[in-house]
């Protein structure tokens, strides 16, 4: 058995995310163990590129209320407590809505060659932003 100290929290990457995102992770892949875990905290209007996992995601949002969207329409409003499961390979965002902040669990497993088996792509448009916090 292991404790392991908090991490330092550390602002996400521009090329990644739009607006202001903060990563505490959790839990790195360590073999056998492929989990990876972090905490993300979205301010408002803040949220991730277009993604996709390997072997998909589960979100458990802490705090406030957020937003995932698919590239089929969906639009899931999150609240704290939801928890939010993205299959494999389905591209994705998910964030802040435009007037609250959102904290969530972001949970996944890595492909079996080592990694997060996270695909980015482009930044969700404002245009997009706006018709999810719409719907």
């Keep these: 058995m ?3 100290p908090v991490a330092d929290t550390a602002k996400a990457p521009a090329a990644n995310f739009t607006g202001d995102v903060y ?4 839990k790195k892949p360590e073999p056998p163990s492929r989990l990876v875990a972090s905490l993300v905290r979205f301010t408002p209007g803040a949220r991730t590129n277009w993604h996709s996992h390997v072997n998909g995601q589960t979100l458990h949002v802490t705090e406030g209320a957020g937003l995932v969207a698919s590239r089929d329409g969906t639009v899931i409003r999150m609240r704290a407590g939801d928890t939010v499961w993205t299959p494999p390979g389905e591209e ?8 609250t902040c959102m904290s969530h669990i972001a949970m996944l ?3 079996e060659e080592g990694g997060d088996g996270t ?5 969700v448009t404002d245009e997009q932003y706006t018709a999810a916090n719409a719907s």
């Design 119 to 123: 695909t980015w792509l482009e930044p």
């Design 2 to 4: 292991d404790i392991t």
């Design 23 to 26: 990563v505490t992770a959790i």
């Design 109 to 111: 497993e890595g492909p």
């Design 92 to 99: 994705h965002w998910h964030g802040g809505t435009g007037s």
